[in-house]
């Protein structure tokens, strides 16, 4: 899945490319050269855009005999479009250039830049490049591509070693995305244990799969409520990356993502329109999966613990009912006053089992409430945590990752509004129509293991892209897999 990129020093006019791609930012051209034929539409294009008289891309074609070794030149800016937080603009801009290259054919393109833009060009590119084609019957055939990075002979080690360690956590993001793409017929419970064993055969990690008879026996009974009702049997699949030193008082750290590979709202049941839209409310879990993957391929000095409950929430005679009381993991009793309110459920259990590997800190990560998306639109994620260290390591995380979020309060005045009277919690607030997305965090946090620091992302609308978004096509964003793969190499790696 990996792209294909080298570092070159040349002159630009010196490369063998099919296309060369020059951008423009707030700063100026990334890059000049000595060919004057080059130096011609720089120029021109800087000018444009300085007055104002052009907003859209130049394709040129470079004359035979000009003294350059590439036919096609391309010339965009990264201040086209909207405002865009950090370098998103230049991300979005390098995804428009592959995707102009893409239509010619012309896949071995080559990036004039400086050092320094080097990582969002190449993250850019590579998620824009982004293409699932694998239920097609007959896909688009696309040679690779293949990306040259032109700079600097000053800048090229720093830029060798960030691209390294670049390339796992972009790959970590497409492997969420082919994983929430896929539809439910695909990616089955049992089918997301089997490449969670295939990830941790590749990368060195522990596997472990607990099965449907193992949830059931040893009182895993929200998860096994939750999947019940379908014919593939629910799972949970834990992945350890243990790595062979950590520094003294580094914490172990558990990511949990909540892994319903369809919901149909259950005895609950859903409206039809938008149902189909319900094989990606693993997002979550898609998420945990891609980050412990690119932690394991970068030999993250952390101990950290990937812990996915894998279901499938559906409709028949085993269905759980509204009005169960189901006992959980942690021993607490839940009543059921709607079986569509499940993903807090299959997470309760699942936040349980990271008490029990002794995790310190516990994030989540769910496609969990519309009220989320009401609350902050399409393309953010809400973080609830009372801890202040963490929330803002996440916070700043997801700013200089673009996996934007926004924090929201775990309100306490709300917390009894979960409260009833035959059971020690309920999976629905008393409160009508407002507030849903704090009311389900709320419920979570009853089920944090004690001393343990926590917190939750509700990503239910930046999990996927309706419509294109930035350097994302339609489809699968990936979303959260950069936040936390950063934020532990800058808290503890």
Not at 178 to 197: C, D, I, Q, S, Y
Not at 335 to 346: K, P, Y
Request: net charge positive; hydrophobic share 45%.
């Amino acid at each position: 899945m990996s792209v294909k990129y080298r570092i070159l020093t040349d002159d630009p006019a010196r490369v063998s490319a099919e296309a060369l791609v020059v951008l423009h930012t707030s700063g100026g051209m990334l890059g000049e050269s000595s060919s004057k034929a080059l130096q011609k539409h720089i120029g021109a294009f800087a000018r444009a855009v300085a007055k104002g008289t052009t907003r859209a891309e130049w394709f040129c074609t470079i004359e035979k005999s000009a003294d350059c070794r590439t036919a096609h030149l391309l010339l965009d800016s990264a201040t086209f479009g909207p405002w865009m937080p950090g370098d998103e603009s230049l991300k979005t801009a390098a995804a428009r250039a592959v995707e102009v290259c893409r239509r010619y054919s012309l896949a071995r393109i080559a990036f004039v830049c400086g050092g320094a833009d080097v990582a969002a060009i190449h993250e850019g590119a590579v998620l824009g490049d982004f293409a699932d084609t694998r239920f097609k019957s007959e896909p688009a055939r696309r040679a690779p591509l293949e990306l040259l990075f032109v700079l600097p002979k000053k800048d090229a080690p720093a830029a060798k070693k960030t691209l390294a360690a670049l390339q796992p956590v972009v790959d970590g993001v497409n492997v969420a995305r082919e994983l929430v793409n896929a539809p439910n017929n695909v990616l089955t419970p049992a089918a997301f244990a089997k490449h969670a064993r295939s990830v941790a055969k590749t990368t060195g990690m522990q596997c472990e799969v607990l099965s449907a008879a193992t949830l059931e026996k040893r009182g895993y009974g929200l998860i096994s409520a939750v999947g019940r009702g379908s014919d593939e049997p629910p799972c949970l699949i834990v992945l350890r990356h243990k790595p062979a030193r950590t520094r003294k008082g580094t914490p172990h750290i558990a990511l949990v993502g909540k892994g319903v590979c369809f919901d149909t709202g259950g005895i609950s049941i859903k409206p039809a329109a938008g149902m189909h839209y319900m094989n990606g409310d693993m997002g979550g879990a898609a998420a945990v999966m891609g980050a412990m993957q690119a932690i394991a391929a970068l030999k993250l000095p952390v101990r950290v613990t990937g812990i996915v409950p894998a279901v499938i929430n559906a409709v028949d005679g085993a269905s759980y009912l509204p009005g169960a009381i189901i006992r959980s993991k942690s021993g607490k009793t839940v009543f059921i006053d709607n079986t569509d309110a499940e993903g807090r459920l299959v997470l309760a259990d699942a936040l349980a089992h990271a008490g029990l590997e002794k995790a310190d800190v516990i994030v989540d990560f769910a496609t969990l409430t519309g009220a989320a998306q009401v609350a902050l639109g399409p393309q953010m994620g809400a973080l609830f945590t009372d801890d202040a260290e963490l929330r803002d390591a996440l916070l700043a995380s997801g700013e200089r990752t673009g996996d934007s979020a926004w924090h929201l309060p775990l309100w306490r005045e709300y917390d009894p509004s979960l409260d009833h009277a035959l059971a020690d919690v309920c999976n629905t607030s008393s409160i009508p129509r407002a507030g849903g997305a704090i009311h389900a965090a709320n419920f979570l946090r009853r089920f944090v293991p004690d001393g343990a620091r926590w917190a939750h992302f509700d990503m239910s609308a930046a999990a996927r892209a309706k419509s294109k978004a930035r350097y994302f096509n339609p489809g699968a964003t990936g979303w959260g897999v950069r936040l936390v793969v950063d934020a532990l190499q800058r808290m503890w790696g």
